[in-house]
């Protein structure tokens, strides 16, 4: 008979992500992994918006070099946004999953050919243990998310799913 002895099991970026109780032998998730991001430092458009500073990053799943989220376990995430943008013609903000465009987010236009706007939203979304997470900005080269710390984005891991 084979034994194997664990008392916990990591996700690939190498947060903990079951531990197991000495007491009653039994599995816990020890999954705690949320970000609060602001000033991205890319406000250009047709990229992914990169936010520099973090205000939390527990998990360290957030990276500030690529502006992507990394999901280190399979559950419900939750993701927000509020963006301050601006302009002289439409604009579109889109998640991005796994480098893929899951739908638009945001549409400004203006009518006198310049806009300040302010635009913000939440999506609930299930991920696999290593799927990617980002918000893209898309559209014409005079439209632009503010890089300030108006311009903020936040999530995390709402439920794991085994």
Not at 94 to 112: L, M, V, W
């Amino acid at each position: 008979m084979s034994e194997l002895r664990v008392n916990k099991i990591q996700s690939p970026n190498g947060t903990d992500s079951i531990i197991i109780d000495e007491n009653n032998g039994l599995a816990k998730n020890s999954v705690h992994s949320s970000f609060i991001a602001h000033t991205p430092n890319n406000g250009a458009v047709n990229a992914i918006l990169v936010f520099t500073q973090t205000v939390e990053n527990i998990g360290n799943d957030y990276s500030t070099s690529t502006g992507l989220y990394t999901a280190p376990v399979k559950g419900l995430y939750s993701f927000s946004f509020s963006l301050l943008l601006y302009g002289t013609s439409n604009t579109g903000n889109h998640f991005y999953k796994n480098g893929a465009d899951i739908g638009i987010i945001i549409q400004n236009s203006s009518e006198d050919g310049n806009f300040i706007d302010s635009s913000q939203a939440t999506i609930h979304i299930h991920l696999e243990a290593g799927d990617t997470f980002g918000v893209f900005n898309k559209g014409a080269d005079n439209e632009q998310v503010h890089e300030s710390n108006k311009t903020w984005w936040s999530g995390g891991l709402v439920r794991w799913v085994h």
